[in-house]
């Protein structure tokens, strides 16, 4: 019987190590049982808590200094809720997949760029090659049909 009894009075002592910690409405004394959380973390988290409760987690993170992401997850582990919820990770950045079209758009603008420079280098090339046509054919001496050569005229 007693052994029966000692067991039921460690299962209960158990149970209560691994109870959850509300960090709303948690004393003190069971913020510093936390693992983790000694009694400066306790007393900050004690002062900001009187200035309002802790909303979710990411408050509790931005309010607490000195709390980040990788302790609040050690907390959560030892039993730390905030209005009941485990800590379930920092906010998610946005999916890359969102990123992938912008991607693709950019890099459509930068082929389509590239194709406009390189035709426009060939207009432009076309054009100084006609311009050195036009500019040899006016210094170039032409010669005059009524004037036989002079080489001609002397045979």
């Known amino acids: 019987m007693f052994k029966k009894l000692l067991a039921f009075f460690a299962a209960m002592f158990m149970v209560a190590a691994f109870a959850a910690v509300d960090v709303n409405k948690a004393t003190e004394a069971e913020l510093d049982g936390i693992k983790g959380i000694g009694p400066v973390t306790s007393k900050l988290i004690m002062s900001e808590r009187k200035k309002g409760e802790f909303k979710?987690?990411?408050?509790?993170?931005?309010?607490?200094?000195?709390?980040?992401?990788?302790?609040?997850?050690?907390?959560s582990a030892e039993g730390l809720t905030v209005s009941g919820a485990k800590y379930e990770g920092p906010a998610k950045a946005p999916a890359k997949k969102a990123d992938k079209p912008?991607?693709?758009?950019?890099?459509?603008?930068?082929?389509?760029?590239?194709?406009?420079?390189k035709e426009a280098a060939i207009s432009t090339k076309d054009a100084v090659k006609e311009t050195a046509k036009d500019v040899k054919a006016a210094v170039t001496p032409k010669a005059d049909p009524a004037k036989p050569a002079a080489s001609a005229a002397k045979k």
């Open 56 to 75: 979710n987690w990411g408050d509790f993170v931005t309010r607490v200094k000195g709390v980040g992401d990788k302790s609040a997850a050690q907390f």
């Open 102 to 117: 912008m991607m693709e758009k950019a890099k459509d603008a930068a082929v389509t760029t590239k194709d406009a420079i």
